[in-house]
């Protein structure tokens, strides 16, 4: 079992940085592959980013296009995601998850474990 704790979010204005974390207990954290999916008002849940259990290998969703970074600490058994640029069409509740799947899967059926997720609103 892994317990995972997203804070960060938040209300920014477009263009300003911020940065999510999230806290992993439980199982051994360097074992998972973990990624970043969203979900904003009315409107599906999909993938943002993930890395893999040692941080060398990233994935992004093609809208992000260079404004988002993850990485991981697996000292700390956390893992980030700083967007850089935000839009206001990043609005959204952000939520991370942790996957048993290598290299890191882009669907969400293939995460096993969910954190509450944070919000992130962006004003233009």
């Known amino acids: 079992q892994v317990q995972l704790v997203e804070s960060g979010g938040g209300l920014v204005q477009a263009g300003d940085s911020l940065r999510l974390s999230c806290a992993a207990s439980?199982?051994?954290?360097?074992?998972?592959?973990m990624g970043w999916f969203r979900r904003a008002p009315g409107k599906e849940r999909e993938f943002v980013a993930a890395i893999n259990w040692s941080g060398a290998s990233v994935y992004y969703a093609d809208f992000v296009d260079g404004r988002f970074t993850i990485s991981r600490d697996n000292a700390k058994s956390t893992v980030y995601l700083q967007m850089s640029s935000p839009k206001p069409e990043d609005t959204a509740v952000y939520y991370c998850a942790a996957s048993s799947t290598h290299p890191p899967s882009t669907w969400y059926g293939d995460y096993n474990y969910w954190g509450q997720g944070t919000q992130v609103t962006v004003s233009s």
């Open positions: 439980g199982r051994t954290f360097s074992s998972y592959a």
